[in-house]
């Protein structure tokens, strides 16, 4: 599972910049460093960064001028000896000094492998590692706090705090099963079933947070659609501060669709304009409206746009029978002219989906359109204290919320302790599946492959 030799990686993305870094990690990271660092100074202290050459010692050609520093284990993010070069960014001088080092007897590290050992040595619990690539993906402010929070320990501790009171109830049943004779109380049925059933209140509370989770995590995909020169792209332009999309007063001038991607108070939403939709289209035009049609069924929500100074027309009741039962608004554009359009008429058709009333021409009603949108799929007085955003934290909340639920039935059913005990493990084990506890190499493999090479 774990090779013990010397890792190194570029940690810093590809491409032309100011500064790279290469980072090697483990028992010759030193040794490595010291053969292609050169610097007046020959005593390295940890954790000081130092000034200094990268040299070639086969021909002693400098290759760059450097900051470095050495981080002594355990006191290093993977809590092995470890060298972290800060050159310059261009590729051909990165290629250089990872190539130094890779030509000194370090091995090119596999994705994850750094966070992978920081895992293995014990500097990270499961939960905190596979939060570090939460953070590196994190694309709103608010995700990036709950990926901090994960990486601080704060779902952990609360995973750990009920695996220890899985283990003390667990105690309680094995005593029952080891000395029957004393007749143990597990025997105070009642208060054992009230422990039980406030577990599964927390277990459930994280696991129903997954959901609030995964959509600040991932986002949701909103597709604009309505019919031609309602104000579909003025309405994305007006969300994004700047002219994404052209717009005139020609039908029919989106053709394909534009993706932008908007933060509304943390969450990230995908916007989709679209060509608008109508009937008697030939050639391009009706290749876009065709593709409309495509993201629309692929998305989460909608914003139905609809002219506010116009009567509704056919083409609109065309579309509002396209978004029956989907996530959204309807958005009644020209709110800064006199308005002409039945918005009872348009509650009867689609009643599910709240009415907006925007001017994407002077910015009135945007802050409200964008506060609605958000609570469409996310209600911010829900916010749970505790965020679960990973797929696996989740199954194995609900595997350990299942096998509660058969504890709390077997302890109101008065079954034998033995039955009580094995469904109680198994809740335990699925708790610590999430802090760590996994054994399986290809689990572990699978995890961290997510992870960019260098992290």
Excluded at 103 to 120: D, I, M, Q, V
């Amino acid at each position: 599972m774990y090779r013990a030799d010397t890792i190194a990686a570029v940690a810093t993305p590809p491409g032309e910049g100011g500064v790279a870094m290469v980072r090697l990690s483990g028992p010759d990271a030193k040794r490595i460093g010291r053969e292609i660092l050169v610097r007046k100074d020959t005593d390295w202290e940890s954790h000081r960064l130092y000034h200094g050459r990268v040299r070639d010692p086969g021909s002693g050609a400098v290759v760059d001028e450097v900051m470095f520093a050495f981080l002594r284990e355990p006191r290093s993010y993977t809590g092995e000896d470890t060298v972290e070069i800060h050159c310059h960014g261009g590729p051909y001088v990165v290629r250089q000094v990872l190539g130094l080092a890779l030509g000194r007897g370090a091995r090119h590290a596999e994705p994850g492998e750094f966070t992978k050992r920081a895992y293995l040595n014990g500097r990270l619990d499961l939960a905190q590692a596979e939060a570090v690539l939460d953070l590196i993906r994190s694309r709103t402010d608010k995700a990036a706090g709950i990926a901090l929070g994960q990486m601080g320990g704060g779902l952990s501790q609360e995973v750990q705090a009920l695996r220890e009171q899985l283990v003390d109830t667990l105690v309680q049943v094995e005593a029952a099963i080891d000395f029957p004779e004393e007749e143990i109380e597990l025997l105070q049925r009642e208060a054992l079933s009230r422990k039980v059933v406030e577990v599964v209140q927390r277990v459930s509370a994280l696991a129903d947070s997954y959901e609030w989770g995964r959509l600040i995590r991932e986002g949701v995909r909103v597709c604009i659609v309505g019919r031609p020169n309602v104000g579909k792209s003025s309405l994305l332009n007006a969300l994004l501060g700047v002219d994404r999309a052209i717009v005139t007063s020609t039908p029919g001038t989106t053709r394909d669709f534009i993706e932008e991607t908007v933060n509304l108070n943390g969450l990230p939403v995908v916007l989709w304009d679209t060509a608008g939709i109508r009937d008697e289209t030939e050639g391009v035009e009706q290749i876009g409206i065709d593709v409309t049609l495509k993201r629309l069924a692929e998305s989460q929500g909608c914003m139905l746009v609809l002219d506010g100074a116009a009567p509704l027309a056919a083409e609109d009741m065309d579309v509002m029978e396209r978004v029956q039962g989907m996530a959204g608004l309807v958005v009644v554009n020209k709110a800064d002219l006199e308005q002409r359009i039945d918005c009872s008429a348009v509650s009867g058709r689609v009643p599910d989906l709240r009415q907006v009333a925007v001017s994407a021409l002077t910015g009135q009603g945007l802050d409200a359109l964008k506060g609605s949108l958000r609570d469409c799929f996310l209600d911010s007085a829900e916010e749970p204290e505790i965020v679960v955003t990973n797929v696996r934290h989740k199954a194995a909340l609900d595997r350990a919320r299942a096998s509660l639920v058969e504890v709390h039935r077997a302890i109101d059913q008065g079954l034998p302790p033995d039955i009580v005990a094995v469904d109680l493990q198994e809740a335990r084990d699925s708790l610590e599946e999430i802090i760590g506890t996994v054994t399986n190499e290809d689990i572990l493999d699978r995890i961290f492959s997510q992870f960019c090479i260098g992290k």
